[in-house]
């Protein structure tokens, strides 16, 4: 049973502070924000290199085009941006500047899924997979825990291709399984073993499950293993049919509509390779989301502890 380490930073913090720590000896590193120096936590970069960091303003579709035009002239560019309106204002652009035209842009979607709480609907990034997943050329990465963070960026400011990177504001573990040390991007890590039910989660959605398992194991002597598939296109395809294998239920959580995300991307490959687990999509409902705090919406939707051991408990008809 995973120990969770503990609380540390939010994953933006350990996205600003990486970028720091690469800019300081590339200079090809260059950010560009709309008006996000402060919610992307940037500020801090801005001070120390002042000429590695562009301000376009309330502009998502401008932002996409410079970083597009400094990709393409092999500077290593961060777009970052709120992840509602990067992922919508500036779609044509993500899919023919970015993607068609394989520039290695790094989008970073920030406050993304329902991190602006009761800021409603307007503000909840719960599309973002959906649409990406849907534009050939993108690679779509959301880190769990602080550990993961600071690599994906390592590894996405060495890319040759285009990457969409999410995150959102909480205080995330510094490293949910500080055992599971080799994160690659493309290739789902494990938080923990198990031999009972499978929970496959991404980004902030992982932790609900580390705490979901714990409960089932103590109260139940439930086994679970835990995915951080942390990359959701491409898929860990082997490590998605290996772990099907056993037969055994599983269910998948995120931060997202059920519609078009991680849920129905490992739906469509296992069934397409003849798999016939029980299985459940855990996630925000084909529905006007519910205004409140993170922590408030996730308890609504089951996106929780309590709520993660029921749905599991239910699926194994215990």
């Given amino acids: 049973m995973v120990e969770i380490n503990t609380i540390n930073t939010a994953n933006l913090e350990v996205f600003s502070e990486t970028l720091q720590s690469l800019a300081a000896t590339d200079r090809d590193i260059i950010v560009v924000t709309s008006d996000s120096r402060g919610s992307g936590k940037l500020v801090p970069f801005g001070q120390k290199y002042p000429e590695q960091i562009i301000e376009v303003g309330i502009a998502e579709q401008n932002l996409v085009g410079v970083a597009t035009g400094l990709a393409s002239m092999g500077k290593k560019a961060f777009a970052v941006s709120p992840a509602c309106f990067l992922t919508a204002r500036a779609l044509e652009q993500i899919k023919n500047d970015v993607a068609y035209s394989d520039n290695a842009v790094k989008l970073i979607g920030i406050s993304a899924g329902v991190s602006y709480g009761a800021l ?17 050329n993108i690679t779509i990465v959301a880190p769990a825990d602080n550990y993961e963070t600071a690599e994906a960026i390592k590894q996405a400011a060495e890319m040759k291709s ?12 510094a490293n949910l399984n500080p055992d599971k040390t080799d994160f690659k991007i493309g290739k789902g890590r494990i938080i923990q073993e198990g031999n009972d039910l499978s929970f496959i989660a991404t980004g902030e959605a992982v932790l609900p499950c580390v705490e979901a398992a714990k409960l089932l194991e103590k109260e139940y002597n439930i086994s679970c293993k835990i995915i951080s598939l ?29 519609n078009g995300g991680l849920g129905e991307a490992v739906t469509s490959l296992l069934f397409q390779n003849g798999c016939s687990n029980k299985f459940k999509i855990v996630g925000l409902p084909d529905d006007h989301t519910v205004s409140g705090s993170q922590n408030e919406i996730f308890n609504h939707y089951g996106i929780s502890a309590d709520g993660l051991k029921n749905t599991a408990l239910n699926l194994l008809s215990l």
């Fill in 162 to 173: 285009p990457i969409y990177l999410r995150f959102g504001k909480k205080a995330m573990p």
């Fill in 230 to 258: 942390h990359t959701i296109k491409p898929l860990d395809t082997e490590l998605l049919l290996a772990t099907a294998g056993n037969n055994k239920p599983i269910i998948t959580v995120e931060e997202h509509s059920v």
């Fill in 120 to 136: 409603g609907t307007t503000h909840h990034s719960l599309h973002d997979y959906a649409v990406l997943r849907a534009i050939n």
